[in-house]
């Protein structure tokens, strides 16, 4: 197909933040309000009526205007047919443990890849009222405003954040050694519990980068779209193209991404990293 035009993805932009700011609305009405948490099989995995909800909106919307895309959804699955040239990953509620909890860190994130890149994404966060929005060629925003990322250039003087997988329990590829050596090479390492929040912070210049493993193509659809417009940089961890379906992502505001990828290289060496990739989507 020929590539998608500014107008085609101004639309797309649009109908994801229509969607994204749907399912914020659903989620601040189940904030603090949570009558039962399920777990969906995984210790710490949770599941709650709000990301449910939420979910249910945003495919409504989504099939209402485009009813020929696929979809990739966290609760639903794959829905229509996944090789489409156009699939959507969403994500209702980025941060569901944090929501269960009243921790207020947590976004409904909704992304567009387009013959398997990301290219739309809108992320929501109902509980601070941001709204950060890109499409690929036109630039990221946050509350309708654009947003860059940060000027830090040496690695002793950023501040990273990361994540921990679901299995972390059971495996020994963990990241907790990767956090402890970076922990004291930078100014700190953040755990906040939303991918997709980390990528936007990333993007308007609040931390300087991320790094993460364990994820699903609705975590960082989005957010890379968002980064990459933010003059960000995207990468597998040895800064080799990503690819979405490994799990596993550095993201960065450039300027430090080499020294990044080296200190994570070391920790997590190519021999063990390689077994982890799969083709794109």
């Known amino acids: 197909m020929s590539s998608p035009t500014p107008e085609q993805l101004q639309t797309f932009l649009d109908i994801a933040t229509e969607a994204a700011l749907a399912a914020g609305a659903v989620l601040q009405s189940y904030y603090g309000n949570l009558e039962t948490i399920e777990e969906k099989g995984r210790p710490g995995d949770l599941l709650t009526a709000a990301d449910k909800a939420a979910?249910?909106?945003?495919?409504?919307?989504?099939?209402?205007?485009?009813?020929?895309?696929?979809?990739?959804?966290?609760?639903?699955?794959?829905?229509?047919?996944?090789?489409?040239?156009?699939?959507?990953?969403?994500?209702?509620?980025?941060?569901?443990?944090?929501?269960?909890?009243?921790?207020?860190?947590?976004?409904?994130?909704?992304?567009?890849?387009?013959?398997?890149?990301?290219?739309?994404?809108?992320?929501?966060?109902?509980?601070h009222n941001e709204l950060f929005r890109a499409a690929k060629g036109l630039g990221a925003t946050r509350n309708r405003r654009p947003i860059g990322v940060s000027q830090t250039a040496e690695l002793s003087k950023s501040l990273l954040v990361t994540g921990f997988a679901y299995d972390r329990r059971q495996t020994k590829d963990n990241n907790y050694a990767e956090f402890c050596h970076l922990t004291h090479l930078t100014q700190g390492v953040r755990r906040s519990g939303s991918a997709s929040l980390d990528l936007a912070h990333v993007a308007c210049g609040r931390l300087d980068g991320y790094w993460e493993r364990g994820l699903s193509p609705w975590d960082i659809t989005a957010g890379i779209v968002l980064l990459e417009e933010a003059g960000g940089k995207v990468t597998a961890y040895n800064g080799s193209p990503i690819q979405i379906k490994s799990g596993r992502i550095l993201a960065t505001n450039g300027l430090i991404h080499n020294s990044l990828s080296t200190e994570l290289m070391q920790v997590h060496p190519l021999s063990d990293w390689g077994k982890h990739l799969t083709t794109n989507v």
């Open 55 to 127: 979910e249910a909106v945003i495919l409504e919307i989504l099939n209402r205007h485009f009813p020929d895309h696929a979809i990739l959804a966290e609760e639903s699955g794959q829905l229509g047919e996944q090789q489409s040239e156009y699939l959507w990953a969403i994500d209702p509620l980025d941060g569901t443990t944090n929501f269960a909890h009243q921790y207020p860190f947590f976004s409904s994130s909704i992304g567009l890849l387009i013959e398997g890149i990301p290219q739309v994404g809108a992320i929501f966060d109902p509980f």
